[in-house]
């Protein structure tokens, strides 16, 4: 069974910090790509970021290119996002996904796992 649980969202006000953590269980974390998304009330759930299971390799969507910082430590099996600048349009719940032999991608559909998401509130 493999598990993905994310923590580190919250309240925060515009132009203010978070990193979100997620921790992957269950499966061997290093040959594992692993990607951010987020949902908003009303809206599809979109992709925020990808990385390769090396973490060579990081893509980004343009609205978050230059602020969102991912990065993993697979001796700790988890993956961070480091988000600065935060902006009241970053507002969602943030979800970790696993894509196993993956290379990172933007599509929902390659991701075979998921974590349960985390709330990040970004007041103006």
């Known amino acids: 069974q493999v598990q993905l649980v994310e923590s580190g969202g919250g309240l925060v006000q515009a132009g203010g910090s978070l990193r979100l953590s997620c921790v992957v269980s269950?499966?061997?974390?290093?040959?594992?790509?692993m990607g951010w998304f987020r949902q908003a009330p009303g809206k599809e759930r979109e992709f925020v970021a990808a990385i390769s299971w090396q973490g060579v390799s990081t893509y980004y969507a343009d609205s978050v290119k230059g602020r969102f910082t991912f990065s993993r430590d697979n001796a700790k099996n988890t993956v961070y996002l480091r988000m600065n600048g935060l902006k009241p349009e970053d507002t969602a719940v943030y979800y970790c996904?696993?894509?196993?032999?993956?290379?990172?991608?933007?599509?929902?559909?390659?991701?075979?796992?998921w974590g349960q998401g985390t709330q990040v509130t970004v007041s103006s």
């Open positions: 269950g499966r061997t974390f290093s040959n594992t790509a």
């Open positions: 996904a696993a894509d196993p032999y993956g290379v990172g991608t933007s599509r929902v559909s390659e991701y075979d796992y």
